[in-house]
């Protein structure tokens, strides 16, 4: 079975300039969650879907950074206009479970897309 | 207060010892709490997760937590070279949110 997988993995580019990040979930998995995860710290809630739904966005900051799930499968990420302070790496995750049900709490984490932020 | 709080480390233990990894959170609600490992340059995985009282083992890994004190510890028996990595607390949130803490790093010496 295919893992999350994610692109790009690394992406260099100038500040105010643009980027998206792509994400593939894990067939069958209704949940699906952008973390970012900064040097030295724990990946941080950006964005959950359920299906098509963003149950809980409220850590987005939405001033630059939008997101979609319009088919509730892949998402993608973008961020418009870049800062420096958005250097990080975007942890894309996939889960089958819902709000509401007894799961086991496992996410299944892609490789993530480093971005270098000059 | 940040919702999960780490020893910070890192922590450095020779092959053989025991490794304690220790974790405090801020929702007493929460029910559902996880070790995540990450090796560097990769994604977190769940190696263990406890939802109740008590200890909970599971081959060289042992996770305790207590509820009233708030607290989960992670203990690897035996350590081996190949368990050094970043070792992330996770909890649920009453908002089902998993919230992570910043993680120790682990180094096992040989």
């Known amino acids: 079975e295919a893992g999350v997988v994610q692109s790009p993995r690394y992406k260099i580019i100038e500040k105010k300039q643009p980027v998206a990040f792509w994400c593939n979930p894990i067939?069958?998995?209704?949940?699906l969650y952008w973390y970012r995860q900064n040097l030295g710290q724990g990946p941080e809630l950006l964005i959950r879907?359920?299906?098509?739904?963003?149950?809980?966005d409220s850590q987005l900051p939405k001033d630059r950074f939008s997101a979609e799930r319009l088919k509730g499968v892949d998402s993608t990420l973008k961020i418009q206009p870049a800062e420096l302070g958005d250097s990080a790496v975007y942890l894309c995750a996939s889960s089958p479970w819902m709000s509401g049900e007894q799961n086991t709490g496992e996410l299944f984490f892609g490789e993530g897309s480093r971005l270098t932020v000059l | 207060q940040k919702e999960v709080e780490q020893n910070s480390g890192p922590l450095s233990v020779p092959e053989g010892a025991i490794a304690s990894l220790n974790c405090t959170y801020s929702d007493r609600v929460s029910q559902s709490f996880f070790w995540y490992r990450q090796y560097s340059g990769k994604s977190p995985e769940l190696i263990m997760s406890?939802?109740?009282?008590g200890d909970k083992e599971d081959g060289r890994f042992t996770a305790q937590l207590n509820k009233a004190s708030q607290y989960v510890s992670l203990l690897i028996r035996d350590s081996q070279p190949s368990d050094s990595a970043t070792y992330l607390c996770?909890?649920?949130?009453?908002?089902?949110?998993?919230?992570f803490g910043r993680g120790t790093q682990l180094t096992v010496w040989p």
């Open positions: 996770a909890f649920y949130s009453a908002l089902g949110r998993l919230y």
């Open positions: 406890i939802y109740s009282n």
């Open positions: 879907y359920e299906n098509e739904e963003a149950v809980d």
């Open positions: 067939s069958g998995h209704n949940t």
